[in-house]
């Protein structure tokens, strides 16, 4: 017992024992997320953190889940990683990944639906027509 509880102490001094690296870091955030990849336009209107971006940008909207309803959430600016897991309507692109930037809000998401750019959805599905596709995703 003595021995597990040096042993610990000193794992904590040396720094072995990690502690959260950033402020957003919390339980949301544990794990890859599951869910849905839809495309949404930005169409020249800003997004909830506050910035205007074309449609071609690599970025995402969120659920409120994350942005909680705020402007410039902390989530803004954050970097994701998606992946195709494919798609139950024959939507190309399975396998595909694209790392985006959290720039909107999705309000009508739930938490692993991940709203998807124009430029975004393009290189995750080749360009395929508007629709579903499944995803996992991560922050980066």
């Not at 544990?30 to 949404?40: D, E, F, I, N, P």
């Not at 124009?118 to 290189?123: D, F, H, Q, S």
């Amino acid at each position: 017992m003595r021995f597990e509880s040096i042993f610990i102490l000193a794992l904590s001094a040396c720094g072995a024992i990690a502690a959260p690296t950033s402020p957003n870091e919390n339980v949301l955030e544990a794990r890859a997320k599951q869910g849905l990849g839809t495309v949404y336009l930005q169409e020249g209107g800003y997004g909830s953190c506050g910035n205007k971006n074309p449609d071609s940008s690599l970025i995402v909207a969120l659920s409120n889940t994350y942005m909680q309803s705020k402007a410039n959430s902390p989530y803004c600016g954050r970097k994701v990683k998606i992946t195709n897991t494919g798609s139950n309507s024959g939507t190309g692109g399975k396998g595909k990944s694209v790392t985006a930037t959290v720039a909107d809000t999705c309000p009508s998401c739930d938490a692993g639906h991940v709203d998807l750019s124009l430029g975004a959805w393009n290189a995750l599905t080749g360009n395929a027509a508007y629709g579903t596709i499944n995803i996992s995703w991560d922050f980066v």
